[in-house]
């Protein structure tokens, strides 16, 4: 959540999903440089960790800095974004996975 409320407007809306798509990808080039550093075995297990981890630091880090309209969040809340970043870690993972798998082109 970029604005700390629902976008009204398109241009907000394009610019919040913008916002989102960088931060994940950014979070996905991480990952794929950290697990060519530890062995890929199992790395479903690893994504998950991944996504939970970067969930909770993403909790953490109003809280530490004390921002008060963002240290609140429902129960409903944590958990749709528990399970969804459990998700994305679990994708991203795989994606990986996939295309550390795929045959290469010898030149």
Request: aromatic residues 14%.
């Amino acid at each position: 959540m970029i604005y700390g409320d629902k976008p009204v407007t398109i241009f907000a809306t394009i610019l919040a999903l913008f916002a989102q798509l960088l931060f994940a990808g950014i979070m996905g080039i991480i990952f794929a440089y950290l697990i060519k550093l530890i062995n890929s075995r199992d790395i479903l297990f690893k994504g998950a960790i991944w996504g939970i981890g970067s969930s909770f630091i993403l909790y953490a880090v109003p809280v530490i800095f004390k921002i008060a309209d963002l240290t609140t969040t429902s129960v409903l809340t944590t958990f749709s974004h528990f399970i969804g970043t459990t998700l994305w870690g679990l994708v991203l993972a795989q994606v990986l996975h996939w295309l550390n798998d795929k045959p290469r082109i010898e030149v």
